[in-house]
């Protein structure tokens, strides 16, 4: 069996699956933190095992393998769970437990479903993946966590973790459905009838001779259909079909297995064939005010014309869009409040195209003038000739550094200086401006989350806001959507006013994470003295420009 083969299950033969195994085994030897992402039954779970049987083959020195499902959890559950905690520490804490992270020391902690965990607990976890820390709940002595490698496995979107556990995480592994790996049918379909059948003794005695007709009967039906719930749900499909056809003659059980696999012709639609757009449900994308690409959104529009008055399921729009950019229960919602699709069956599970286009979103407009107010550079300065020397050094410092710091006492100008930096740049550069006022980072991350908000990127709503604990880590949350925006932006600078206004560690630790993080950014700061409080580390260059008192 080649190294790149998983140690039990089927022998992979699509081509793809051979490199993502091969992958997988590299990590596995360096002991690389990573995030599987795949539609539900693409085999995630099986991945996951693999690298730890590859991590023990490479290192002597191991600790066992843990898995926790992230689903349906609380925060308090989850970090301890995760965590441990301390006798009395909640209701029903009758002794000290130990956490995942403890028990797993030298080993692998596979998070199944990883994008669940409360955004507060995803925070607390990001510690324990960098700098390697950790507190059971109810205590206050951190302990090591570095000796554990993470795994994380969604079949939702990456948008669903904080950007910097994603970062952390580091490497993301995207694991194809079944029908991304046509080459791994056959052997799937072999190996499910034969465990079934090997496990299993109340069939009658011809089942067990047929094994190999069975297996050449089904890949052909199987090839044909498509499977949203992927290798879980032909599985158990499998089973249910054996279990139904089940008969002393061979003949008539062969008969009944093709009998009950086609049902599923009507559960499962296979979308691909030609049919003619609807003109309805066209313009209803057209006058959709939403941030989706042009891509997807002529995909549902294909999508819902072929299925017309058919219903279909949350898991078939898994299959169908492999998680392009948000969730499909995301693009769900949005559909439903666009009055595009609507609930249908008894446990509003299903959905289907609303066929009267009466009801048609209202495009939302939101104040231009509004918008603008946010960063815009105040355009009433009237330059002076006497700070042009000033003007041009700070500029030249600019090509030289990552950010600048104009200190000067009150009233010398820095403000001034800064300003008119920012308006002889504006020909070369996009220039944003905020003036810190005594709420200090608090207002300036508020406003950020609601420029970004207001260009499309609506995740943001979603942010645990302003909790004392929180202000770094929703800085850090942001620095994916800061460098998707600004990355698009002319060298873009941002004059941050009065940084003396500062005083709190909170504020200092997001000020960090900011120039950590932000890196489409570069800033120019003005307030009384750079401090050594200021000076953020490694990496980081911050070049003080004194201004003179004035006279």
Same mark, same amino acid.
């Given at each position: 069996?080649?190294?790149?083969?998983?140690?039990?299950?089927?022998?992979?033969?699509?081509?793809?699956?051979?490199?993502?195994?091969?992958?997988?085994?590299?990590?596995?030897?360096?002991?690389?933190?990573?995030?599987?992402?795949?539609?539900?039954?693409?085999?995630?779970?099986?991945?996951?095992?693999?690298?730890?049987?590859?991590?023990?083959?490479?290192?002597?020195?191991?600790?066992?393998?843990?898995?926790?499902?992230?689903?349906?959890?609380?925060?308090?559950?989850?970090?301890?769970?995760?965590?441990?905690?301390?006798?009395?520490?909640?209701?029903?804490?009758?002794?000290?437990?130990?956490?995942?992270?403890?028990?797993?020391?030298?080993?692998?902690?596979?998070?199944?479903?990883?994008?669940?965990?409360?955004?507060?607990?995803?925070?607390?976890?990001?510690?324990?993946?960098?700098?390697?820390?950790?507190?059971?709940?109810?205590?206050?002595?951190?302990?090591?966590?570095?000796?554990?490698?993470?795994?994380?496995?969604?079949?939702?979107?990456?948008?669903?973790?904080?950007?910097?556990?994603?970062?952390?995480?580091?490497?993301?592994?995207?694991?194809?459905?079944?029908?991304?790996?046509?080459?791994?049918?056959?052997?799937?379909?072999?190996?499910?009838?034969?465990?079934?059948?090997?496990?299993?003794?109340?069939?009658?005695?011809?089942?067990?001779?047929?094994?190999?007709?069975?297996?050449?009967?089904?890949?052909?039906?199987?090839?044909?259909?498509?499977?949203?719930?992927?290798?879980?749900?032909?599985?158990?499909?499998?089973?249910?079909?054996?279990?139904?056809?089940?008969?002393?003659?061979?003949?008539?059980?062969?008969?009944?297995?093709?009998?009950?696999?086609?049902?599923?012709?009507?559960?499962?639609?296979?979308?691909?064939?030609?049919?003619?757009?609807?003109?309805?449900?066209? &313009?209803?994308?057209?006058?959709?005010?939403?941030?989706?690409?042009?891509?997807?959104?002529?995909?549902?529009?294909?999508?819902?014309?072929?299925?017309?008055?058919?219903?279909?399921?949350?898991?078939?729009?898994?299959?169908?869009?492999?998680?392009?950019?948000?969730? &499909?229960?995301?693009?769900?919602?949005?559909?439903?409040?666009?009055?595009?699709?609507?609930?249908?069956?008894?446990?509003?599970?299903?959905?289907?195209?609303?066929?009267?286009?009466?009801?048609?979103?209202?495009?939302?407009?939101?104040?231009?003038?509004?918008?603008?107010?946010?960063?815009?550079?105040?355009?009433?300065?009237?330059?002076?000739?006497?700070?042009?020397?000033?003007?041009?050094?700070?500029?030249?410092?600019?090509?030289?550094?990552?950010?600048?710091?104009?200190?000067?006492?009150?009233?010398?100008?820095?403000?001034?200086?800064?300003?008119?930096?920012?308006?002889?740049?504006?020909?070369?550069?996009?220039?944003?401006?905020?003036?810190?006022?005594?709420?200090?980072?608090?207002?300036?991350?508020?406003?950020?989350?609601?420029?970004?908000?207001?260009?499309?990127?609506?995740?943001?709503?979603?942010?645990?806001?302003?909790?004392?604990?929180?202000?770094?880590?929703?800085?850090? &949350?942001?620095?994916?959507?800061?460098?998707?925006?600004?990355?698009?932006?002319?060298?873009?600078?941002?004059?941050?006013?009065?940084?003396?206004?500062?005083?709190?560690?909170?504020?200092?630790?997001?000020?960090?994470?900011?120039?950590?993080?932000?890196?489409?950014?570069?800033?120019?700061?003005?307030?009384?003295?750079?401090?050594?409080?200021?000076?953020?580390?490694?990496?980081?260059?911050?070049?003080?420009?004194?201004?003179?008192?004035?006279?």
């Amino acid at each position: 069996m080649n190294s790149n083969q998983p140690t039990k299950g089927f022998i992979i033969k699509d081509p793809k699956m051979k490199r993502i195994y091969n992958q997988i085994r590299k990590y596995a030897v360096h002991g690389q933190n990573c995030l599987l992402l795949g539609p539900t039954g693409s085999g995630k779970e099986f991945i996951a095992q693999y690298y730890y049987d590859e991590f023990v083959k490479s290192h002597s020195k191991h600790g066992i393998y843990l898995k926790y499902n992230c689903v349906a959890t609380t925060s308090e559950m989850a970090r301890s769970e995760m965590f441990g905690h301390k006798k009395g520490s909640y209701t029903g804490a009758m002794n000290d437990r130990k956490g995942l992270f403890e028990e797993a020391k030298n080993g692998v902690l596979f998070l199944d479903e990883i994008g669940h965990l409360p955004k507060d607990v995803q925070a607390l976890l990001l510690r324990a993946i960098d700098p390697g820390e950790a507190t059971r709940l109810g205590e206050n002595k951190h302990y090591n966590t570095q000796d554990v490698i993470i795994i994380g496995a969604t079949d939702s979107s990456p948008d669903d973790l904080l950007p910097q556990l994603l970062f952390r995480l580091g490497q993301v592994v995207e694991i194809p459905g079944l029908d991304q790996r046509p080459g791994d049918i056959p052997g799937a379909v072999s190996f499910f009838v034969n465990s079934f059948l090997s496990n299993d003794r109340n069939f009658h005695e011809v089942v067990y001779q047929l094994k190999h007709k069975i297996v050449d009967l089904l890949i052909p039906l199987v090839e044909k259909r498509n499977w949203p719930g992927n290798f879980r749900d032909l599985n158990n499909f499998i089973r249910a079909a054996l279990i139904n056809a089940n008969d002393p003659n061979a003949e008539k059980f062969l008969s009944n297995l093709n009998k009950y696999f086609s049902l599923i012709e009507n559960e499962y639609k296979t979308i691909g064939k030609t049919v003619p757009i609807n003109p309805d449900i066209k &313009a209803a994308f057209d006058n959709l005010d939403i941030t989706w690409k042009q891509e997807e959104k002529d995909k549902w529009v294909q999508i819902l014309s072929e299925l017309g008055s058919k219903p279909f399921m949350r898991r078939d729009i898994d299959n169908l869009f492999s998680f392009e950019s948000r969730t &499909a229960q995301d693009r769900i919602k949005k559909l439903l409040e666009a009055n595009i699709i609507e609930n249908f069956g008894n446990r509003n599970d299903r959905y289907k195209a609303v066929q009267s286009r009466l009801k048609v979103q209202k495009e939302i407009h939101i104040d231009e003038k509004v918008k603008e107010k946010l960063f815009k550079l105040p355009d009433t300065l009237i330059p002076s000739d006497d700070r042009e020397e000033e003007i041009k050094d700070v500029i030249d410092f600019l090509g030289k550094t990552d950010h600048i710091f104009l200190s000067g006492e009150p009233q010398s100008g820095k403000t001034t200086l800064a300003l008119l930096t920012g308006k002889s740049l504006l020909k070369d550069r996009d220039v944003y401006y905020h003036e810190l006022q005594e709420l200090g980072m608090k207002s300036f991350i508020k406003q950020m989350i609601q420029f970004l908000i207001d260009k499309g990127y609506t995740q943001l709503e979603e942010l645990p806001f302003f909790k004392p604990f929180m202000l770094d880590i929703d800085a850090a &949350a942001m620095s994916g959507y800061i460098d998707h925006y600004f990355s698009k932006k002319k060298n873009p600078i941002f004059i941050l006013d009065n940084l003396h206004k500062l005083k709190s560690r909170e504020d200092l630790n997001t000020l960090q994470i900011m120039l950590k993080y932000w890196n489409p950014l570069k800033f120019i700061f003005t307030g009384d003295k750079l401090s050594n409080e200021l000076i953020f580390g490694e990496g980081i260059r911050i070049v003080e420009f004194s201004i003179a008192d004035p006279k």
